[in-house]
């Protein structure tokens, strides 16, 4: 068959495909992944760029597309199709025309982008810690998970946007930031920017206040693929979400990939725009839950094994089975309790696992935690000033109080790294990322962090249940 009949044939079941109900925006981007091969003895040819899509394909479109070849006719002689996977297909190249023929009028097809030559000045903001390899699938993840990976492989192409939802500490930060490094790993070229949505509105008004509108926009726009983090913050603020509205919309135009993660979905956001809510369903809408006990007892484990633990899979069950809601909050217990064993010289045993539990908090509903008992506790047990505590000092003890402020509201909220930082003074998400990275260590090290770190723990702990319960 000659390569226009061919091309002609494909845009035939492409075609078919968006008139089949059954067949979601999600689903047709599958399909305009494929590139069409040839036919041979009644079966055409298509080639997909990665494993992944031809698992989708198979599970999810193999009926619709056999409707479609069914619906060609017996003139065309092709009664089934067989799948090969090329993972050249998956280096972005020239716009795929043919999915643009076949474009639906109300659909976002998507299209290959054209990635720009890396510039030094471009720098991705990725956390090297969060990368796929050290993300564990379950259950609760799993389809966020495999929307991740086909964003990344095939940037702008799957889903445009890729929105990710869910509860705090559920891993969608760490998926944006694996999504960066896999992208940047297939295309080392690609240009990828990493931003929260706290950062980006700081970014917006310094923009505005110090007249340097031009270099806020090529920072945000002259990039393959946005991560942006909790958009939920963008609530309200109006300027900054024209801002946001204005980049998505540069972006999208351009074939370049935006993913976004939110605590809500876009319909449950409010303080946004229609057009704005609008444009985030445009793509994939993707969940993360509350993971299951096998995913939490795998999730203590990998981390165990990346930090050399000898805990036996008793103790990481035990452990999975008492802390339920969060994953930060598995992480917290598992560098207690390592560090709790390091600083005793004691294995890692159940009895040393009750005692670190009895002082741990576990967050519920009823048991919320405001930064603002931290930083007055803080500031009480170690004799400081808020304005000490919250302020620029760097003297050693001051600077160790302050540290352990940040890693306690990193821990007993779900305070996110940025929104933390502004509470110390407008500090940088890095500084507090820093800080509890120093405090895990530290309390491993020295008894007196550790006891201190436990000792607050108690008493914020204790001042939520008193106001909790009306004691003051
Ligand atoms: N499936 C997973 N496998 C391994 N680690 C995970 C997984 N999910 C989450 N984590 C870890 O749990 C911690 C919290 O995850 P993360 O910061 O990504 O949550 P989040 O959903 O972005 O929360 P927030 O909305 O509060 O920002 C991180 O250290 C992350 O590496």
């Known amino acids: 068959m000659e390569d226009d009949d061919l091309r002609l044939t494909w845009s035939k079941i492409l075609t078919a495909l968006t008139q089949d109900p059954g067949v979601t925006a999600p689903l047709y981007g599958f399909a305009s992944l494929i590139e069409p091969k040839g036919i041979m003895a009644g079966t055409i040819y298509l080639e997909v760029p990665n494993d992944f899509t031809r698992s989708m394909i198979e599970q999810r479109l193999r009926t619709p597309l056999l409707i479609a070849i069914g619906l060609l006719g017996i003139d065309a002689k092709i009664t089934t199709f067989a799948i090969v996977v090329n993972p050249d297909l998956g280096a972005p190249s020239a716009p795929d025309e043919l999915a643009l023929e076949a474009e639906p009028e109300n659909r976002n097809p998507p299209t290959a982008p054209t990635i720009m030559a890396a510039s030094p000045e471009t720098e991705s903001r990725l956390n090297p810690k969060y990368n796929f390899d050290s993300f564990v699938i379950g259950s609760s993840n799993r389809f966020a998970h495999a929307a991740a990976v086909a964003v990344a492989e095939a940037p702008a192409k799957a889903y445009n946007p890729l929105f990710i939802y869910g509860d705090s500490g559920l891993g969608k930060t760490h998926l944006l930031h694996a999504i960066g490094h896999y992208a940047q790993s297939l295309y080392p070229t690609i240009r990828v ?250 309390m491993k090290e020295r008894r007196s962090i550790y006891n201190q770190v436990t000792e607050l723990t108690t008493r914020i702990k204790q001042g939520t249940a008193y106001a909790h319960n009306g004691i003051h």
């Open 193 to 442: 920017r990493y931003v929260s949505s706290e950062e980006f509105t700081n970014d917006f008004i310094n923009s505005i206040a110090n007249n340097r509108g031009a270099a806020f926009q090529s920072r945000y726009r002259n990039i393959d693929i946005l991560l942006i983090d909790d958009i939920q913050f963008l609530q309200g603020k109006a300027e900054t979400q024209e801002a946001f509205f204005h980049t998505f919309n540069t972006l999208h135009d351009h074939n370049k990939q935006v993913v976004i993660t939110s605590d809500l979905p876009p319909k449950h956001l409010t303080g946004f725009e229609d057009r704005m809510r609008t444009r985030f369903e445009w793509g994939l809408i993707t969940d993360v839950h509350t993971p299951d006990l096998e995913t939490r007892i795998a999730i203590l484990r990998k981390k165990a094994e990346r930090e050399k633990l000898t805990a036996s899979d008793d103790i990481l069950e035990f452990i999975a089975s008492k802390v339920t809601s969060n994953i930060r909050e598995l992480e917290g217990t598992l560098i207690r309790v390592t560090a709790f064993a390091t600083l005793n010289r004691e294995p890692i045993n159940l009895s040393l696992v009750q005692t670190v539990l009895k002082d741990l908090i576990t967050l519920d509903e009823d048991n919320i935690i405001a930064p603002v008992d931290i930083i007055n506790n803080t500031a009480d047990y170690f004799r400081l000033g808020i304005d000490e505590l919250t302020g620029t000092s760097r003297a050693q003890a001051i600077a160790t109080a302050r540290q352990i402020a940040m890693y306690l509201c990193r821990e007993m909220t779900n305070l996110s790294l940025p929104k933390i930082g502004q509470l110390f003074g407008g500090r940088d998400h890095t500084t507090v990322m820093h800080a509890c990275k120093k405090i895990a260590e530290l």
